[in-house]
């Protein structure tokens, strides 16, 4: 515990997080893939998110919007992110990296040989962890 006022008390640790997609499902993607919180509020993370997202050929996000910035990295394959905002779409390939501005709505989707994606929006967004509402 670090020495601030008795009321914030902060643990001060250094953690090893599995990347285990059972942890917990996010509904981020629309098709063809799946995706889930590695580093997220429920296991304690206060200004951070961090989220796998796995595509096969053809996958995609549903659109997304976050009040603060998101940012992605391209561990394999190729994606489209989409700005749909301005109906703008960009091609990254593996090692590139997404950085999204607050309040734009996109959305990702993986080249033909699939692809894998980490990262998410920081401080977290609760609406993320959020089940999407149904009819």
Do not use: C
Not at 11 to 40: I, Q, Y
């Amino acid at each position: 515990m670090n020495s601030g006022s008795a009321a914030t008390k902060i643990p001060r640790e250094v953690r090893v997080v599995p990347d285990d997609p059972t942890t917990f499902p996010l509904s981020m993607v629309e098709t063809r893939g799946r995706a889930w919180a590695v580093v997220w509020p429920g296991m304690g993370a206060h200004l951070r998110s961090f989220h796998r997202l796995s595509f096969e050929p053809g996958g995609r996000t549903i659109p997304l919007r976050h009040p603060m910035e998101a940012v992605y990295y391209v561990i394999a394959g190729t994606v489209e992110v989409h700005d749909l905002d301005v109906d703008a779409r960009r091609q990254v390939i593996s090692g590139g990296m997404i950085l999204v501005d607050p309040g734009t709505r996109y959305s990702i989707a993986a080249g033909p040989e699939g692809s894998e994606v980490v990262g998410g929006p920081s401080p977290a967004d609760p609406m993320v962890y959020t089940p999407p509402e149904t009819d």
